[in-house]
């Protein structure tokens, strides 16, 4: 059974710094392209960075700059390091492995961004 578990969502100020993790289990991690999406109230779901299996990357043009998307196989976890956050950064942050047209998704992480 695969399980992706999103954590390290929170509140905080605007201008502050947050880093989320995502643990997956029951899947050859390594595989898999890493994503972060995020839905803010009101809005579509929308893609924030992804990282490939070799760890190639790509950012939506609303963080570059200021998030970080990062793996660590060993550990079968991704990450996503959030700088100088604004508040139209607040939303809920998932967390989505890809491998061909399988996908597996979190169930997210609240971040909320204060101003």
């Known amino acids: 059974q695969v399980q992706l578990v999103e954590s390290g969502g929170g509140l905080v100020q605007s201008g502050g710094s947050l880093r989320l993790s995502c643990a997956a289990s029951g899947l050859r991690f390594s595989l898999y392209a890493m994503s972060w999406y995020r839905q803010a109230p009101g809005k579509e779901r929308e893609l924030v960075a992804v990282?490939?299996?070799?760890?190639?990357?790509h950012y939506a043009d609303s963080v570059k700059g200021r998030f970080t998307i990062s793996r660590d196989n060993a550990k079968n976890t991704v990450y996503l390091q959030m700088n100088s956050l604004k508040p139209e950064d607040t939303a809920v942050y998932y967390c989505k492995a890809a491998l061909s047209t399988t996908d597996y998704w979190g169930q997210g992480t609240q971040v909320t961004v204060s101003s």
């Open positions: 990282i490939g299996s070799v760890a190639s990357t």
